[in-house]
């Protein structure tokens, strides 16, 4: 019968509790005694792990552009103006979507309206 290899870690008593062969042992004690009980403490390595994946998300978000920067673009783009029809086509969004930005980008000057349904760049 094969024998159970495992590893245990209590993070209040900082004890580390390995069972299986000695081979198990010693290739796996150093790895989780340098990182338990090393220069870095578990709480260190969990800050590093959740900056590295805000950094991924910020990244990720950086690189596509916003829904709104997008309908933007398609209205001050068009030279004739655009209908919120043809920007739910090209965008994939929602009507509601789509008019949610448009009152936004109209209050703010970024585009005007031209008739109805119909927007163009300001």
Known sequence: MAEKSRIRLNPTTKEIEIEGTEQFIKKYFDI????FLGSRTSEHVLKATETVKARKRA????????????????????????????????????????????????????????????????
């Not at 989780?32 to 990182?35: D, G, K, P, S, T």
């Not at 029809?85 to 789509?98: F, H, M, N, Q, Y």
């Not at 448009?102 to 349904?117: N, T």
């Open 32 to 35: 989780v005694h340098n990182m």
């Open 59 to 122: 990244d990720k978000a950086a690189s596509r552009p916003s829904k709104t920067g997008s309908v933007i673009k398609l209205v001050q783009g068009s030279k004739k103006g655009i209908t919120t029809t043809e920007l739910e086509k090209k965008t994939g969004l929602s009507a509601k979507r789509i008019w949610a930005i448009v009152y936004k980008a109209e209050k703010s000057g970024k585009i005007k309206k031209a008739g109805r349904g119909l927007y163009i760049a300001a």
